[in-house]
């Protein structure tokens, strides 16, 4: 039985600070879904939400809070919470639905209101909750673990600054002309040097901001897109995986790895076997892809995934860089949005946001940023406390 | 000041220790895996179903497994300095144990002097204080050369 299931319609609200109620983004971006779509919300059977945590009870139950501000209509709902791979896991629900026959056609939304500055944890005294461990007794945020990574890159692989801030040029060059992206202006090498030091060796131009946004994606069965649209967009693949214990590398937002004392690690890290499942489960592999979405938390993290995605071998993704292969008109692009570079982070809806942007690129709708002839695309994303998210799309 | 206590920040960490503080973890009885901070429930370990823990002191050295620097505040919980000054943070790897355990570094040492490798111990240092307690937590503090340490 095939695993497809088809994208039938895609919506944002436009990324940025807007200072409004995120229930509102998240309405306008179902809406701008469904009429791409050509589906009516009363004809939608499964509303499936990405949960927000910073912004009160309606966050926690996204999907029926969406629901009601569409108007109720009795359609099943649900709601999910993945940290940033939150989207992956309501796409990966009614993809579920709908590949097991129970729904024809569902609508996933995600939206955030984010806060200035680094996120924080709840109020309250929780020392068994590694969130707050870390931030209490040792002071340690989000930028503190991409900065590790940044430095280990260096050391591995010799890295330099200017490569992660050469990965900020590119994006910036990318997003341009995405009116959905908050940042769209060219950004040089000296811009980014010349920017604060947040986490060594990372600097502000680095590490991508906290925003506001919403997208949204109307999915359905390959049946009942057939009778509305011909040759839609596919997801093939959705990869929600966990680690393997051991995993021997430091992750948000632990104080400690797992041992690797009496276990032997597994034959791929977390990081590698995100996307890897994705492959598997599309009988495709890197080489078959025309492009990439990867979540750039920070530069040097876009240098991890394409090694991580196998777009190259471990140590080459300076080079894949340098010789433009990652740019627009290079041989596989990424983050031909703009990534969180020019969009900054509004959690529940990124990793829906990565696969509207397959979507336009496979239709051929993205203007001004457009890989040319793409066939197939890969997005991917981690979301802490051991959350795989990898989507992949086929035309 | 010198009548308040000296207590840690969260209880169970790490031992009071002033001079050889370690951090408090478990080891599995059955499959020999370690826990920072310490598991006592089920051993993580999916082949293994071993229930019962044996409470270890942790080794008090490692080797940088990689480093960064807090240039800005934290938000709370972390209680900061006023005002604010910059640290350190190692990911520090203990060998026997198989485990990397984050860390700020201690007095005050920058980026500068840290590097892959490079071994480090353990310490303890104030965190902050309020009327009646002196709070603390572990940082890593680059072995002295010369130095001997078990």
Known sequence: ?395 | MTDKTHIPAVEGLFTMDPSEPRLIGTRCRGCGTYFFPAEQTLCRNPACDQTDFEEVALSRTGKVWSYTSASYKPPAPFVAKDPFEPFAIAAVELETEGITILGQVADGIGVDALATGMPMELVLRELYQDDEHVYFTWNWKPVAAGATHE
């Open chain 1, 1 to 395: 039985m095939s695993k497809d299931i088809a994208v039938l319609g895609v919506g944002m609200h436009p990324w940025g600070k807007w200072g409004q109620s995120f229930i509102g983004y998240g309405v306008k971006a179902a809406m701008d879904a469904l009429k791409d779509a050509g589906v009516e919300w009363k004809d939608i059977q499964l509303v499936a939400g990405g949960d927000t945590i910073r912004n009160g009870y309606p966050g926690f139950v996204a999907g029926a809070t969406f629901a009601q501000a569409l108007g109720w209509s009795g359609a099943k709902v649900s709601s999910s919470y993945g940290a940033c791979a939150t989207g992956a896991q309501a796409i990966s629900v009614a993809r579920a639905n709908i590949l097991a026959g129970l729904c024809d056609v569902a609508l996933v939304i995600g939206a955030d209101a984010a806060p200035k500055g680094f996120f924080a944890p709840a109020g309250g005294r929780r020392p068994e909750d590694p969130d707050w461990l870390r931030f209490h007794v040792q002071g340690i945020t989000n930028p503190t673990y991409f900065g590790l990574y940044a430095r280990r890159r260096m050391e591995i692989h010799g890295a330099t600054q200017e490569d992660f801030a050469a990965v900020k040029v590119k994006n910036s060059r990318h997003g341009l002309h995405n009116p959905n992206a908050r940042y769209r202006k060219a950004v040089a090498l000296e811009d980014v040097m010349s920017s604060v030091l947040v986490a060594d060796p990372l600097r502000l131009l680095d590490i991508c901001a906290t925003s506001d946004g919403a997208a949204a994606l109307v999915l359905s069965s390959m049946d009942f897109a057939r009778r509305h649209t011909t040759d839609p967009v596919k997801i093939s693949a959705v990869s929600t995986v966990t680690p393997v214990y051991p995993n021997d590398i430091i992750e948000m937002p632990n104080l400690a790895t797992d041992s690797k004392a009496g276990v032997g690690l597994p034959e791929i890290g977390f990081k590698e076997s995100i996307a890897h499942r994705a492959y598997e489960e599309a009988g495709l592999g890197p080489e078959d892809m025309s492009l990439a979405e990867v979540y750039d938390l920070s530069t040097a993290l876009e240098l991890d995934w394409y090694e991580q995605i196998g777009l190259c071998p471990a140590g080459d993704a300076e080079k894949l860089l340098r010789d433009g292969e990652t740019s627009l008109g290079g041989r596989i692009p990424v983050n031909p949005s703009g990534g969180l570079a020019c969009f900054g982070e509004a959690v529940p809806a990124q990793a829906i946001a990565q696969v509207c942007e397959l979507t336009w690129q496979l239709r051929g709708q993205a203007e001004g940023r457009q890989v040319e002839g793409a066939k197939a695309g890969v997005t991917v994303n981690q979301g802490l406390f051991g959350h795989g998210s990898s989507v992949i799309c086929t035309v």
